[in-house]
């Protein structure tokens, strides 16, 4: 009978399912990525003649490290005295746009009008 053997050590190699433990993802979704985003994971570990992929928990830790962003707190914001509100001042004319085509078929209406200015 072969021993069982234990390993009281937490391994560095990870696979897939703890990739997405990790990462909060599910695995369905990192097995999509893998494929076909690989840039969108952190580096992996392929060893020849063997499918599976593997991560090195240490790299994978450093990779979700480097996504951290920091929270600026707003400092307190000083009192304000008055505001004032310029208005601008309305203008003269309206700019016309030029008359665009419509697109697609004229509206019934649109084919009414035409119908009667030709007769």
């Known amino acids: ?70 929270f600026d707190v707003p400092e307190p914001a000083e009192t304000v005295g008055r505001v004032q509100v310029q208005v601008k001042p309305a203008r003269e004319k309206p700019e016309q746009q030029p008359k665009r085509n419509r697109v697609g078929r004229p509206t019934k209406a649109e084919q009414m009008r035409k119908k009667m200015a030709l007769t």
């Open 1 to 70: 009978m072969a021993a069982k053997v234990e390993i009281e050590e937490e391994s560095e190699l990870i696979t897939l399912e703890e990739l997405a433990v990790m990462l909060h993802r599910n695995v369905n979704t990192l097995r999509v990525a893998v494929s076909q985003r690989p840039e969108s994971l952190p580096p992996r570990v392929r060893f020849p003649g063997v499918q599976r992929n593997y991560w090195r928990r240490p790299t994978v830790r450093n990779w979700i490290a480097s996504y951290e962003e920091s």
